[in-house]
């Protein structure tokens, strides 16, 4: 069965470096998005993306997000300056063209600043 | 705006007993509802989702699910909940022209052997 992969699944940086977390979709998805859950809490919704551009983001996704979607697969979200409050984890999903079906996720990139 | 609220943080289950997990939304147009469960360090996983048609839909693990458009909710449900249904739930909505899912703060099932 197709599916979201992400890298890494671990990532330790220093608070007020760059970070580059990576997600390739599955295949024939065209919407996609990014969600974060601190400490196995609330799933919050950062930002979604469709036909090269973003199409809605949430307040968290600030000036210091970025996504991308530099070439056929791949997607990813850029933090140019990690905070600690940045710590989490950190979901690429995607959908197809279908209204109405659902997203699927990748297993997660677990992001800690220290 | 779209929201989710789930009332229970956690719930507790002898297992072989029946299992609700509760969820309730708002949106402005029709809804899209859905159920994910999440397990320890893991993604969050499909279980069933309701569009239009039968309030009452099928999922997977033997998992079901009730849409009422009166009460706005969409309760999880289960007949005979085992151990290993112990896990993280969440519920989800998106508008039907929309494309964000909102989630809910999740519910934690704990079944009892």
């Known amino acids: 069965e197709p599916e979201v992969t992400q890298t890494p699944s671990h990532q330790v940086t220093q608070m007020g470096q760059e970070v580059i977390l990576r997600c390739v979709p599955i295949?024939?998805?065209?919407?996609f998005y990014w969600y974060r859950q601190i400490l196995g809490q609330k799933v919050e919704f950062l930002v979604s993306?469709?036909?090269?551009?973003?199409?809605?983001k949430s307040e968290i996704f600030d000036d210091q997000f970025s996504v991308e979607r530099p070439d056929g697969s791949n997607f990813t979200l850029k933090i140019r300056s990690t905070k600690l409050e940045d710590s989490a984890m950190y979901f690429c999903?995607?959908?197809?063209?279908?209204?109405?079906?659902?997203?699927?996720f990748g297993e997660g990139s677990w992001l800690t600043v220290v | 705006a779209q929201s989710v609220a789930q009332p229970e943080d956690q719930v507790n289950v002898a297992e072989g007993n029946p299992l609700t997990v509760k969820c309730t939304y708002s949106?402005?147009?029709?809804?899209?509802l859905f159920w994910y469960v999440q397990y320890p360090n893991r993604g969050l996983q499909f279980l069933l989702k309701?569009?239009?048609?039968?309030?009452l839909v099928k999922g997977s693990y033997g998992f079901e699910a009730e849409f009422n458009k009166s009460q706005t909710s969409f309760h999880l449900k289960k007949p005979s909940a085992l151990v290993s249904d112990s896990a993280l739930y969440f519920c989800?909505?998106?508008?039907?022209?929309?494309?964000?899912?909102?989630f809910g703060p999740g519910t934690r099932l704990s079944v009892l052997p």
């Open positions: 993306f469709y036909n090269n551009e973003i199409s809605e």
């Open positions: 999903a995607s959908r197809d063209r279908v209204p109405g079906n659902t997203i699927y």
């Open positions: 295949s024939n998805h065209l919407y």
């Open positions: 949106v402005s147009g029709n809804p899209y």
């Open positions: 309701y569009i239009t048609g039968d309030n």
């Open positions: 989800a909505v998106r508008e039907d022209y929309g494309q964000n899912f909102v």
